[in-house]
């Protein structure tokens, strides 16, 4: 692993380091070779058939498309199949509520609030927040479920869960949307046992993130054949649609040409559970349990400042007396100093 020029070392999240050494061995490689732009580029064409392989899933199945961001993908996904009345159904601690400056709404789309279980969004909760959502044409019409896979305290969803929820969203005619920011530690967690097949199966829309997995930037959205029809204008009107669209082409080519992807999600995974494990052996209680690449840790607020010393770290939640703090692992993060960490952990008087 390179060296980090950041003191005290960073766990504030999962992109602070560039991009992968092949990636960028990759780019370097194809740099002057002349490309069609738009995503029409060679490099992005065999991006897709690496990724549909993946899905085990045709072009007659899904449409793929590259875009820069997450927040990019999300707003666009969600905006390219709603009606302007229509609304998106998101657990509490979503993503979209309240960490993208209210891109959805600026779509005009409100979001409704769903309580979660452990981050995820149930069948149960869904319906009970539907059923109170039906006094139209006065309230905005429920259309979309928004769920992300790892959620935003870093639990995963089941196959039976997946399949339970995509029941639900079927019989009340909602599309299915699955933000993939960190989809390759949920597909590599070790007790995951959902596959990229079930996505294309159980969703209508899901995306994969490369940004937070070893790219420079860019994230590959998977649409449904039957609702794919226009999604380059939305794109296009958004920004988001690139002429150098082959810069994503070359890097999601390079992480699923022989496994990449997976292998770089492993090592995030494998760095958070030696923390967390470290954690509890001294006695520290976990806010939720490390299942991918993030840790949350009570912390006693007399103790904030030694951990602050060590490392950076992102304060989740405060509460009387504690602080609930997030600690994230990536796909470059360097052993010698989770070791390092793990032995001051356990030092700690």
Known sequence: MIAKIT?????????????????????????????????????????RQLLLAQLQATDDDVSIYFVPSGTAANLISI??????????????TGHIIDKEAGAIEATGHKIISVPGVRGKMTPENLEAVLERNTFFPHMAKPRLVYISNATEIGTIYSSDELKALSDACRRRDLLLFVDGARLGVALTAEHNDVILRDLVDYTDIFWIGGTKMGALLGD????????????EFHMK??????AKSRVMGVQFSELFRDGLFFELARHANAMARKIGDRFVRKGWELAAETETNQVFVVVPNSRLSQLEARIRFYAWEKRPGVTTVRIVTSWATDE????????????LE
């Open 7 to 47: 003191k005290p070392y960073s766990f504030l999240d999962d992109y602070s380091e560039g991009a992968h050494p092949r990636l960028l061995e990759a780019l370097i490689r194809t740099n002057n070779t002349q490309q069609t732009g738009y995503g029409t580029d060679q490099y992005t064409r065999e991006a």
């Open 79 to 92: 905006a390219s199949c709603l009606r302007p009345y229509e609304a998106v159904l998101a657990v509490q």
């Open 220 to 231: 590959a959205i998977v649409v449904r054949k039957t609702i794919a029809e226009g999604f």
């Open 237 to 242: 009107q958004r920004g988001a649609l690139l």
């Open 336 to 347: 010698t100093e989770v070791e390092k960490l793990c032995q001051w952990i356990s030092n």
